[in-house]
């Protein structure tokens, strides 16, 4: 009997965590630099969804001339970021 407990109380951490876990954490939050991101999903040409190196999940917006729209899912690219934005990229080979 107190291994099903265990097995029950185990399955409900587990169930209410993982949707914790795959939370979109706000750009603003990132510290200012450069990261090597892996690019899940283009939402349009000045956003994307990105996941670190951490796995954070964020979206990235972009500033000025840059444009995301060339960028396909799984695409490594390195970016800046400044105060949630990001001001350039440089895709990965």
């Known amino acids: 009997m107190k291994t099903k407990v265990q097995l029950v109380a185990a399955s409900l951490v587990l169930a209410c965590t993982a949707p914790a876990l795959a939370a979109v954490v706000d750009s603003n ?17 000045h956003h994307v969804l990105v996941l670190m190196s951490n796995g954070v999940e964020t979206v990235l917006v972009a500033r000025g001339d840059v444009d995301f729209s060339k960028l396909k899912p799984n695409d490594s690219v390195r970016v800046a970021l400044v105060k949630g934005v990001v001001p350039v990229f440089e895709p990965l080979q």
Not at 29 to 45: C, F, L, T
């Open 29 to 45: 939050m990132i510290p200012d630099g450069q990261y090597v991101v892996k690019v899940e999903r283009v939402q349009d040409a």
